[in-house]
């Protein structure tokens, strides 16, 4: 049979083996495992069988910990079942792992191995999370690379069914599950041969049946549990056996041969390393190096963790070891050493105890690398093998960072790279937007798929979800490629964003003699001049071929618009040579057939052109002999920061925060407030630009940027006196404003993403040129320098005495400063509104709690953070726990703050007389209900601070401490629907349940946003979503009216698109209750698939469509004997279709299935119809108990009246 | 009575098409319509920008935001897409082929030389009985002259009828600076009808927002002037046959049309305004009178009134214009 190969990423690798082998696959998004199920839902959807000849039946759970309940209840009752998961979704996985292992039931987990959230979340690679479950009684099987996680993913089945343990295969989160690489793929014959029918039916036939009734998961006493936990060593006994004869059958079939332990390098090696996942196989590359070198190295790669056979791993070691180093991708902080060390020792220890070892006990060191995939190349492979050849290695030690603090890190040789002249290394340089990488998966399959060399991709990524630089690592070879680390000495470099150049020490990556190939406007005769000095020294340094292209004008003219990909593309393998030039645009043309045939003629021939126009563009330039002009690199950051942000979030932002030391970095995952404000990412091509002869000063644009990037301020004509020459301003409108104050609106042009929101909800035009509005989009380099000034300016003007403004009147709202700006949103996010209005009501005295998520990611993402503090150093106090536990880690919260209150307010009566008693009473007796009195108290507060200052005793020190809480904390607790519908919804209802002063706000896109776009609770029937790709047939989960059941709970349904007033009141009202409230704010997401920039349009359109009913639920009222219930729309007023029909996720449904699209419409129809009538008799109910309280009280008052008439009488 | 007549190779029942508009976008309507009494349908125009836009706007949004952030590498499953706009176009037309037993006549609505062009193929191909093109074109270029937007229409329409050997009819607009030269190009082409005239949407300004906007703009009665003086001038000087698509209410109308030299006429805004059973209506009005005036065919009254044949040619001509301003004045 003829090879197949098959050019794809890990997660890919796995799942195409798991969806064909498994009958019930439970699924929960987690990066960077998430790929795996939406891939299997997919191949479900397109009605792609198994081998057994039926569909897999796909089920998204609303949690890792569900998804591992249904899994172990569909294997107790026989179906071949599986999942996918990574970190913390693998540990919520874990009292069901036990169970499972408990009851010898064969599996298979698929992990993208992922670091543990400890002082922070990290989305990258390590094996934190495997290891945490290395005691369940799941077997371990590691896969070091995209071809090893496809053939482990079969071979981990068959083992499971024959040995009946469950298998936990695993693999490097990003590293692996990411990579693009070519591999052998292993045909359905072959899968069939390899999963035996006996033993399918064998666990069927052990299943939960009523006609083969027993019991499963008895409850245990003193007298056998323990015996019962040792029955199933016999079964783990064999189990290395089982998975070593697997693996030769496997070999057999396909050629491929795997083992226990392999072990690679000189076969009398003394020094030998052991490591398993994808740092194993650059090891591998680099024993092979050295030992051809004479070295006396080698390494062996475990594959089969648990259970641990040392006899295997015995077998493996050359005979000639003297010194071991064990390496661990994980930290066990407080033990004698991680796992696998520990793990060699005790086999070594025994082996050498019972004098069964066949060699000399040699020395055995361990050492930590790659944790959250951090680098791990051939030189720290070296280093570690010269640290072995020391007489008194460094045991306990790290590779890759720089620790000054406990001293644990062996130094490297940076320099060092071991790279073959036959491999093709090509580094590009990408804006999120432009394609770069799309087009780079491209052409790896193109070179892949289409000739003998084999090919590897890895994507990098930035911390923002707005204007984000990519970076593509491109192998081309004709040999296996192992090199599972970053490209640092690049053939080819490509900066498909000049900007680059000028923020990024892109040219590091550059190798002597490599090709330098830069989109750029300029032509090849100026572009020099052009360049930063430290490019051009570079350029002539390492005497680079350097070619310049003008993509963005080749694929304006060919209608691709600002989609450079394929030019870029075509360039690269005109001047690469990696295949003839010819070929290579006959296989891009082939590839764009295939890629975007099914979207149209149009849209091949589109990219067809754009691939003819650009040779006739792309040039080479003539590189003179030296440096012209001093033009700098741009600061990394600006303004006015401090040590901190100089020498760490600088380096960040730089892309050197590799070489932070440890001491550098705070101990407790502390980080400070509000740094994006140093960082200008000049993202934005357009920018607003105001015109105060057209404006009508009604805050629309303000309160709508999702970045506070346009604000506004009221300030008195004696401010303005020194305003920069283009500062504009104009008399205030408004009762509330004086005579000589003056309403500015400024736009912060650096921190700007141009998603042109505002401008879309700007209600003023211009009366001579209706085209244009009060704000328009302009080009953003000209105004650049002006901008900074101005904005400079605008941020030093005093802010309006928020006791003077109406918060609840949204326009007034938004003179409120934001603590809460510059995020890394998505432009146009729909989210960030919301946030940020909180921000600027109750910011100066709010603690947040934020559920993983996508909020969590712009709220507390490196390098910069976007939460601030105010002129006195007040702001939001911001965390994320997890993404499960945000409203019990919320409520924790509340909980801690009232019972400092509570200790305050008894340590304050206490002290009463100390501090004179009309100020502790006024402190004590101050509602605090609404800003002013907040304020006032907070004067009072001061004043108590400054009294318990000079006064001395234990009571007075303790009340110092706490004095802060006299002041009402608002507590909130953020988070998207993913969390509030499904992951947290446990925690969230028994919140709601508690009656504790909180406040909920969900961000509700209807999708699991961060992670991709996966279908939620919340998603709209027939919205497409992953893990929908047939559409959503269901209706959507109705939270609010199930928080409304408690009756005692303030609950808002809000769209600032549709109502920004009913937004707003919403917002106040919830936190002035005294009681839990819930706000669930419609937000747009680009998971929806429209433009941005209409995002308030259609929240409007959702409301009209009577698809998002606003309302809100005010228990407060009903206290008053008022209706607590407002409908705040009137129904349905457009078609459900007019508003679904505007977005891809709806219209999609009607591309891939059109009987469904119709039924979905009409269910929707149904249900906006059904909502509004539902809400209506509730606030009707709600009215006629209002009146009937009206109604007993005038019959009492009258009663009272006839009383005291009748008395007088 | 013979109420039969011949539209570009095709035999009609009578001389009643239902024209494109909404009524003809719908399985249902149609064959209301079919019932009523239609001869021909012409489906509701698929838009060239239709079949594109669809194809970028679906590019566009599964693109974009896609490889940009290491959680979300994309943000839509990755399906097969079959339903385009225009797929479910040629759907309709081979589902529609099987239950109908009137001619269908696609109708495409463009001007530039496109991938729409190759959908001519398709429509053809799903079973389209002939080929309506709209390529009414707005020239805004003040740059652009009046030859090259007639070598506009006729480079469409060439490449077109390279592209299908179903009739192809061209709906023309009245705005040509000589419309029988331009008919009669058309004809010489290949064209086997001429369909007098499209109606450009009318535009309005909304005062509230400031923004112009485009408006159903429904025909009456009133509004036939223009496609009977063209009909009756253009009537035996081309080998395509004429239909005329504007103005045409009631059987009177109907009437007109068919003296002044038509050999169908098409009926769109009367019955969205009254329904598909308004095609019975004017039917049996046809009959009556015809009974009553003693004719026994349409092909019998067909150009009675044209340029042609007509007792007052000048009626057609600009010399009878000057007559009437000139009366009016007296």
């Known amino acids: 049979m003829s090879k197949k190969f098959e050019t794809i990423d890990g997660n890919e690798a796995v799942a195409r083996v798991a969806h064909k082998t498994n009958e019930v696959i439970a699924i929960y998004p987690i990066t960077p495992s998430s790929p795996m199920a939406e891939l299997s839902d997919t191949y479900s959807s397109k009605g792609e069988k198994n081998i057994f000849g039926s569909i897999p039946d796909i089920m998204e759970m609303q949690s890792e910990g569900g998804a591992s309940g249904s899994v172990h209840g569909a294997l107790q009752t026989g179906a071949l079942t599986t999942t996918f998961t990574a970190s913390q979704g693998l540990l919520l996985m874990i009292p069901n792992m036990y169970k499972i292992a408990g009851e010898l039931t064969p599996t298979v987990f698929h992990v993208a191995a992922r670091s543990l959230a400890a002082q922070a979340l990290s989305i990258f690679g390590d094996h934190s999370d495997v290891m945490s479950v290395r005691q369940t009684g799941f077997a371990l099987l590691a896969s070091g690379s995209v071809q090893e996680a496809h053939d482990f993913a079969l071979i981990s089945q068959a083992a499971s069914l024959r040995s009946r343990i469950p298998f936990l295969h695993f693999f490097d989160g990003f590293r692996t599950s990411h990579e693009v690489s070519k591999i052998e793929m292993i045909d359905e014959e072959t899968m069939k041969s390899m999963i035996d029918e006996e033993l399918v039916t064998a666990h069927r036939e052990r299943a939960l049946s009523p006609d083969n009734p027993f019991i499963r998961g008895t409850s245990q006493n003193p007298d056998v549990y323990f015996q019962g936990r040792e029955t199933v060593n016999s079964y783990y006994d064999v189990l290395p056996d089982i998975v070593e004869e697997e693996m030769q059958k496997f070999g057999e079939l396909t050629g491929r041969h795997y083992r226990l332990f392999d072990y690679i390098g000189a076969p009398d090696a003394d020094r030998v390393i052991v490591l398993m996942g994808s740092g194993a196989e650059t090891a591998h590359e680099a024993a092979e190096y050295f030992a051809e070198q004479g070295e006396k190295i080698g390494i062996v790669k475990v594959r089969l963790y648990r259970s641990f056979s040392a006899k295997h791993f015995i077998e493996s070691l050359p005979k000639s070891v003297e010194s071991i180093a064990v390496l661990d991708r994980t930290k066990e902080v407080g033990g004698t050493g991680e796992p696998l060390y520990l793990d060699i020792v005790t086999a070594l220890s025994e082996m050498n105890e019972t004098d069964t070892l066949p060699f000399e006990m040699p020395r055995i060191i361990g050492g930590r690398y790659g944790l959250s995939s951090k680098e791990f190349t051939p030189a720290m492979v070296k280093a570690v093998f010269d640290e072995l050849s020391k007489a008194s290695p460094k045991n306990h030690f790290t590779i890759g960072i720089h620790d000054d603090v406990t001293h644990t890190s062996l130094e490297w040789d940076e320099t060092l790279s071991i790279e073959k002249d036959d491999v093709l290394r090509g580094v590009f340089f990408g804006l999120g937007s432009d394609g770069t990488v799309g087009a780079n998966k491209n052409s790896i399959k193109i070179i892949g798929n289409g000739t003998d060399n084999y090919a590897q991709g890895y994507f990098v990524y930035d911390s923002n979800k707005s204007g984000s630089m990519t970076t593509s690592h491109l192998r081309f070879g004709p040999n296996l490629i192992r090199s599972s680390y970053l490209i640092s000495d690049a053939n080819f470099v490509a900066c498909h964003q000049s900007v680059f150049l000028e923020k990024f020490d892109i040219l590091k990556y550059a190798s002597k003699g490599a090709t330098f190939l830069l989109n750029t406007p300029f032509s090849r005769e100026i572009v020099w001049s052009r360049l930063p000095a430290k490019v051009q020294r570079e350029i002539i340094d390492k005497s680079l071929k350097f070619y310049v292209i003008d993509a963005y004008s080749v694929a304006k003219k060919t209608g691709m618009g600002r989609r450079i990909n394929t030019v870029m593309q075509t360039c690269f393998f005109a001047i690469s040579g990696v295949l003839e030039r010819e070929l290579a645009i006959e296989k891009i043309k082939e590839s764009i057939e295939k890629t975007y045939g099914k979207k149209g003629r149009k849209i091949v021939e589109m990219n067809y052109a754009a691939i003819d126009n650009t040779l006739e563009h792309l040039h080479e330039v003539d590189v003179p002999e030296s440096v012209i002009g001093d033009r700098p690199l741009q600061p990394a950051v600006k303004g006015n920061y401090d040590d901190f942000v100089a020498q760490i979030t600088a380096k960040l932002i730089e892309g050197e925060g590799d070489d932070l030391k440890v001491s550098q970095i705070p101990v407790d995952g502390t980080w400070p407030s509000g740094t994006t404000q140093y960082q200008k990412r000049n993202t934005a091509i357009e920018v607003p630009l105001w015109d105060p002869d057209v404006c009508i000063q009604c805050n629309k644009c303000v309160i709508v940027c999702p970045h506070a990037a346009i604000r506004s301020k009221v300030i008195d004509e004696s401010a303005l006196e020194k305003a920069p020459e283009?500062?504009?301003?104009?008399?205030?409108?408004?009762?509330?404003?004086?005579?000589?104050?003056?309403?500015?609106?400024?736009?912060?042009?650096?921190?700007?993403?141009?998603?042109?929101?505002?401008?879309?909800?700007?209600?003023?035009?211009?009366?001579?040129?209706?085209?244009?509005?009060?704000?328009?989009?302009?080009?953003?380099?000209?105004?650049?320098?002006?901008?900074?000034?101005?904005?400079?300016?605008?941020?030093?003007?005093?802010?309006?005495?928020?006791?003077?403004?109406?918060?609840?009147?949204?326009?007034?709202?938004?003179?409120?400063?934001?603590?809460?700006?510059?995020?890394?949103?998505?432009?146009?996010?729909?989210?960030?509104?919301?946030?940020?209005?909180?921000?600027?009501?109750?910011?100066?005295?709010?603690?947040?709690?934020?559920?993983?998520?996508?909020?969590?990611?712009?709220?507390?993402?490196?390098?910069?953070t976007p939460w601030k503090k105010n002129a006195d150093g007040l702001g939001p106090a911001w965390s994320n726990s997890l993404f499960e536990d945000n409203a019990e880690f919320g409520l924790g919260f509340r909980l801690a703050i009232d019972k400092h209150t509570e200790n305050a307010r008894n340590l304050l009566s206490s002290l009463k007389e100390e501090v004179g008693v009309e100020l502790a009473q006024s402190i004590l007796n101050s509602e605090q209900h609404d800003e002013p009195e907040i304020f006032e108290q907070r004067e009072r507060v001061a004043a108590l601070k400054e009294k318990l200052a000079s006064m001395k005793g234990n009571e007075a020190k303790r009340l110092r401490s706490l004095a802060n809480y006299l002041v009402k904390k608002s507590v909130w607790m953020m988070g998207g629907d993913g969390w509030a519908y499904d992951i947290g919804y446990g925690g969230l209802d028994h919140t709601l349940a508690s009656g504790k002063n909180v406040n909920i706000l969900v961000l509700d896109t209807q999708v699991y946003s961060n992670t991709g776009g996966q279908e939620s609770k919340a998603t709209f029937t027939g919205a497409v979503a992953k893990f929908a790709a047939g559409g959503k047939a269901q209706l959507p989960k109705d939270l609010a009216l199930m928080a409304i059941a408690y009756e005692n709970v303030y609950v808002a349904r809000v769209s600032m698109g549709a109502n920004d007033a009913q937004t707003v009141k919403a917002f106040i009202e919830a936190e002035r209750y005294d009681g839990p409230s819930i706000i669930i704010a419609y937000s747009h997401c680009v998971a929806h698939g429209y433009d941005l920039k209409y995002g308030m349009d259609h929240q409007k359109l959702a409301v009209d469509a009577?698809?998002?009913?606003?309302?809100?639920?005010?228990?407060?009222?009903?206290?008053?004997?008022?209706?607590?219930?407002?409908?705040?729309?009137?129904?349905?007023?457009?078609?459900?279709?007019?508003?679904?029909?505007?977005?891809?996720r709806f219209k999609m449904v009607e591309k891939i299935n059109a009987g469904a699209a119709k039924e979905y419409l009409e269910t929707a129809r149904t249900h906006a119809a059904t909502m509004f009538d539902r809400y209506k008799n509730l606030e009707a109910y709600y009215e006629k108990e209002a009146e009937k309280i009206a109604e007993q009280e005038e019959a009492v008052m009258q009663a009272e009246t006839a009383e005291k008439t009748g008395a007088q009488s | 009575m013979n109420l039969n007549t011949s539209y570009m190779g095709l035999e009609l029942k009578n001389p009643i098409i239902a024209g494109a508009s909404p009524l003809t976008a719908s399985t249902d309507s149609i064959k209301r319509l079919e019932e009523a009494g239609a001869a021909a349908i012409v489906l509701h125009s698929i838009f060239e920008e239709q079949i594109n836009h669809e194809s970028h706007e679906i590019d566009h949004f599964l693109f974009k935001g896609s490889d940009s952030y290491a959680e979300a590498v994309g943000y839509f499953p990755d399906m097969?897409?079959?339903?385009?706009?225009?797929?479910?176009?040629?759907?309709?037309?081979?589902?529609?082929?099987?239950?109908?037993?009137?001619?269908?006549?696609?109708?495409?609505?463009?001007?530039?030389?496109?991938?729409?062009?190759?959908?001519?193929?398709?429509?053809?191909?799903?079973?389209?009985?002939?080929?309506?093109?709209?390529?009414?074109?707005?020239?805004?270029?003040?740059?652009?002259?009046?030859?090259?937007?007639?070598?506009?229409?006729?480079?469409?329409?060439?490449?077109?009828?390279?592209?299908?050997?179903?009739?192809?009819?061209?709906?023309?607009?009245?705005?040509?600076?000589?419309?029988?030269?331009?008919?009669?190009?058309?004809?010489?082409?290949?064209?086997?009808?001429?369909?007098?005239?499209?109606?450009?949407?009318?535009?309005?300004?909304?005062?509230?927002?400031?923004?112009?906007?485009?408006?159903?703009?429904?025909?009456?009665?009133?509004?036939?002037?223009?496609?009977?003086?063209?009909?009756?001038?253009l009537y035996k000087k081309l080998e395509a046959s004429l239909c005329i698509s504007t103005g045409i209410h009631t059987h009177e109308d109907l009437l007109k049309g068919m003296m002044s030299g038509a050999d169908a006429v098409q009926i769109t805004s009367a019955l969205l305004q009254h329904g598909e059973g308004h095609i019975a209506t004017v039917l049996d009005n046809l009959v009556a009178w015809m009974e009553e005036k003693e004719y026994v065919s349409i092909e019998q009254m067909k150009g009675s009134i044209s340029l042609h044949h007509t007792v007052n040619p000048a009626a057609y001509q600009r010399a009878n214009y000057m007559r009437i301003l000139t009366e009016y004045r007296y």
């Not at chain 1, 510059?822 to 947040?848: N, W």
């Not at chain 1, 228990?1115 to 457009?1134: H, R, T």
């Not at chain 2, 991938?115 to 652009?144: C, F, H, V």
């Not at chain 2, 004809?187 to 923004?211: N, W, Y």
Request: one cysteine or more; hydrophobic letters at 35%.
């Open chain 1, 726 to 864: 283009n500062f504009h301003f104009i008399k205030a409108k408004g009762k509330t404003f004086e005579e000589d104050e003056h309403f500015t609106l400024q736009v912060a042009v650096e921190d700007c993403t141009g998603c042109a929101l505002c401008v879309e909800v700007c209600p003023a035009k211009n009366k001579s040129q209706t085209n244009l509005k009060a704000i328009n989009m302009v080009e953003q380099e000209p105004l650049r320098e002006t901008g900074e000034k101005n904005w400079e300016f605008f941020m030093e003007l005093p802010n309006y005495d928020r006791s003077k403004l109406d918060h609840a009147k949204a326009k007034e709202s938004q003179f409120l400063e934001p603590l809460f700006e510059f995020s890394g949103a998505c432009p146009g996010c729909g989210e960030t509104p919301y946030v940020k209005l909180a921000s600027q009501l109750f910011g100066d005295r709010m603690v947040i709690a934020n559920a993983t998520g996508c909020s969590s990611i712009y709220g507390g993402n490196l390098p910069t």
């Open chain 1, 1106 to 1144: 009577g698809l998002w009913p606003l309302f809100r639920y005010n228990p407060q009222l009903a206290l008053e004997g008022k209706n607590p219930m407002s409908v705040d729309y009137k129904g349905p007023k457009i078609d459900v279709k007019n508003f679904m029909y505007q977005e891809t």
């Open chain 2, 80 to 233: 097969e897409l079959s339903n385009l706009e225009s797929e479910h176009y040629l759907e309709e037309i081979a589902t529609l082929k099987k239950d109908l037993s009137i001619p269908l006549i696609a109708s495409l609505n463009g001007v530039s030389k496109g991938g729409w062009i190759e959908y001519a193929g398709k429509l053809q191909e799903a079973g389209a009985d002939g080929l309506e093109l709209n390529i009414t074109y707005i020239p805004t270029d003040p740059d652009m002259d009046g030859r090259t937007v007639e070598q506009l229409y006729i480079d469409a329409l060439q490449t077109v009828l390279d592209t299908v050997d179903i009739p192809v009819s061209v709906k023309m607009n009245a705005y040509f600076s000589a419309p029988a030269n331009m008919a009669r190009r058309f004809s010489e082409l290949g064209a086997k009808g001429l369909v007098l005239f499209d109606r450009p949407v009318h535009v309005d300004i909304d005062l509230e927002e400031l923004t112009a906007e485009q408006t159903i703009n429904y025909s009456s009665s009133a509004d036939l002037s223009e496609s009977l003086r063209w009909t009756a001038i």
